[in-house]
T-cell receptor, first 119, second 114 residues
Framework: AQKVTQAQTEISVVEKEDVTLDCVYE???????LFWYKQPPSGELVFLIR??????QNEISGRYSWNFQKSTSSFNFTITASQVVDSAVYFC????????????????FGKGITLSVRP | EAQVTQNPRYLITVTGKKLTVTCSQN?????MSWYRQDPGLGLRQIYY???????DKGDVPEGYKVSRKEKRNFPLILESPSPNQTSLYFC?????????????FGPGTRLLVL
């Protein structure tokens, strides 16, 4: 069963618009971590944020903000006043406690959301 | 500079010709892992290693081998590549294997198997 769902596959906005990327996850663990990575057109994966399952405070970093809601198993990412440089594929990922995945702390990724910001 | 490096970055090969993609990290990380990225599928784990001489299968290990003889290196070996292994490959590492560790990724290797 898919454990990280990014239902939006492609989003296109005009520069300066706000955009929210959705992420819904599924886990039976009480201890887990959620991540967002950015993959720009150059192809590398850039770490953006890590959030643990016990901290539901929203986080803001410049134009980026993240909303974590355990009640809905969601960890959404909002870009305020989007810019062309924000164009990329964004991945949400889940890391579960080792007693679920055994000795492996693998990341389970969503399928990614392609964000295009037009000038 | 702390980083994960992969070589080569781009590779075109033919079916059946053995190849190795190298991965190296300079952060003294214990945990290393290989993922492949395919359109519409996100990233899937191929193999991982918790430390030197300790490796295990991920979700899609068929057709791949790995080794971990040194802490810093974790090569991915395709003994007999096939076209369905055409993909974008990422190596990643983290300090430990525990759930809270952030994995840092290499720049990726684009492989085309003809």
């Amino acid at each position: 069963a898919q454990k990280v769902t990014q239902a939006q596959t492609e989003i296109s906005v005009v520069e300066k618009e706000d955009v929210t990327l959705d992420c819904v996850y599924e886990t039976r663990d009480t201890t887990y971590y959620l991540f967002w990575y950015k993959q720009p057109p150059s192809g590398e994966l850039v770490f953006l944020i890590r959030r643990n399952s016990f901290d539901e405070q929203n986080e803001i970093s410049g134009r980026y903000s993240w909303n974590f809601q355990k009640s809905t198993s969601s960890f959404n990412f909002t870009i305020t006043a989007s810019q062309v440089v924000d164009s990329a594929v964004y991945f949400c990922a889940l890391s579960e406690a080792t007693f679920t995945t055994g000795a492996n702390s693998k990341l389970t990724f969503g399928k990614g959301i392609t964000l295009s910001v037009r000038p | 500079e702390a980083q994960v490096t992969q070589n080569p970055r781009y590779l075109i090969t033919v079916t059946g010709k053995k190849l190795t993609v190298t991965c190296s990290q300079n952060m003294n990380h214990e945990y290393m892992s290989w993922y492949r990225q395919d359109p519409g599928l996100g990233l899937r784990q191929i193999y991982y290693s918790m430390n030197v001489e300790v490796t295990d299968k991920g979700d899609v290990p068929e057709g791949y081998k790995v080794s971990r003889k040194e802490k810093r290196n974790f090569p991915l070996i395709l003994e007999s590549p096939s076209p369905n292994q055409t993909s974008l490959y990422f190596c990643a590492s983290s300090l430990y294997r525990t759930v809270q560790e952030t994995q840092y990724f290499g720049p990726g290797t684009r492989l085309l198997v003809l």
